[in-house]
């Protein structure tokens, strides 16, 4: 039994050592990320729907490796977020999106551009978090009412008291909050009368399927018209093409984004975007 112990002890052991050096590295690796700022953001412009005007962006993070090359937030955010670095790395997401978005609009006379910034479930258990949004604009110049931070519904699941506190407390500063994923969690519903939300974006997969299935265009209208009711703004998210505008633009949704419009940015594509240089 021992020998048979053994074996099976050296046919997996390898692997799970393999594993587990990848994910040591791999949180080295971010670590020196932090230090040596190798994060980079893209800008997605999100578009207002009937007039096609660009009406703010969301920032979304990737980190330049040195060997691995570009490295997309599915891939470190999880191991950040274990990990902790997700509050540095946020707070830098913070500071660059607010003073990037407040450069462009000293541009934008009179069309300020509103940025949206993901906040991780981590980033919210931060007592300082409202400081550190504060802090932000202050740097940044950027006025409170043009900061959105956008919240997934997992995020929310957590009722701590504490929670709802901290979401208020970010609220007093006048930044706006948006629901993320707006459909994929298990209560939804009872989120809008929990928590002080301004914005619901409409997830992904529902638009994925708004022409050619009933039921995905139903639920992605009346997701419409219960933010309409309640006051929300509305946008769609991951909008592909001209058949899933339409069906939205009919259903009265405000705003969207997605690649029919534009990928998400660099710095220097998306000032290129907003001001166009006209060569000869
Ligand atoms: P998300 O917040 O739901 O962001 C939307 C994702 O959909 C982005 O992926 C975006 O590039 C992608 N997308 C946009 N339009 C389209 C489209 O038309 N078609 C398709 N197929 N995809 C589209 P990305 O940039 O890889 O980000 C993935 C997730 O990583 C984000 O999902 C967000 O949850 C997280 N994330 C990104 N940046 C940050 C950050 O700075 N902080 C935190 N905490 N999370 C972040
Ligand atoms: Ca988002
Ligand atoms: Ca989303
Ligand atoms: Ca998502």
């Known amino acids: ?4 112990g053994k ?32 994060f980079e953001l893209r800008y997605q412009p999100i578009v207002h729907l009937a007039t096609g005007d660009i009406t703010g962006v969301e920032a ?24 902790g670095l997700i509050v ?24 300020p551009l509103s940025v949206s910034v993901n906040i991780s479930a981590v980033q919210l258990e931060q007592c300082v978090l409202p400081q550190v949004v504060q802090a932000a604009l202050d740097a940044s110049g950027l006025p409170a009412d043009r900061l959105i931070l956008e919240l997934t519904e997992t995020l929310l699941v957590d009722h701590r008291a504490a929670t709802l506190h901290r979401l208020e407390a970010i609220k007093a500063l006048g930044v706006r909050l948006a629901i993320d994923d707006f459909g994929t969690g298990y209560s939804s519903l009872a989120y809008l009368r929990r928590f002080p939300v301004d914005i619901i974006k409409i997830d992904k997969s529902f ?24 006051q929300l703004s509305t946008i769609a998210e991951g909008i592909e093409h ?9 259903g009265n949704c405000e705003l969207g984004q997605g ?9 220097s594509a998306l000032d290129d975007l907003l001001f166009p240089v006209h060569r000869p």
Do not use: C
Not at 1 to 4: M, R
Not at 88 to 111: M, Q
Not at 209 to 230: F, K
């Open 259 to 267: 690649y029919y419009f534009a990928e998400p940015l660099t710095r």
């Open 88 to 111: 540095p790395i946020g707070e830098w997401v913070l500071r660059e999106a607010t003073t990037r978005v407040a450069e462009w609009n000293e541009r934008r006379a009179g069309r």
């Open 7 to 38: 074996d099976r002890y050296e046919l997996f052991e390898p692997d799970m050592r393999a594993e587990f050096q990848a994910t040591v590295d791999l949180e080295a690796d971010l670590r020196r990320a932090v230090v040596r700022h190798e």
């Open 60 to 83: 979304l993070i990737r980190w330049q490796h040195p060997r691995r090359g570009e490295v997309a937030p599915a891939d470190f955010i999880p191991l950040a977020e274990e990990t």
């Open 242 to 250: 001209a058949g899933q505008l339409s069906s939205l633009t009919g």
């Open 207 to 230: 638009v994925d399927d708004v022409v050619d299935e009933p039921t995905a265009a139903a639920l992605t209208h009346g997701i419409i018209q219960l933010g309409r009711a309640l």
């Open 1 to 4: 039994a021992k020998k048979h």
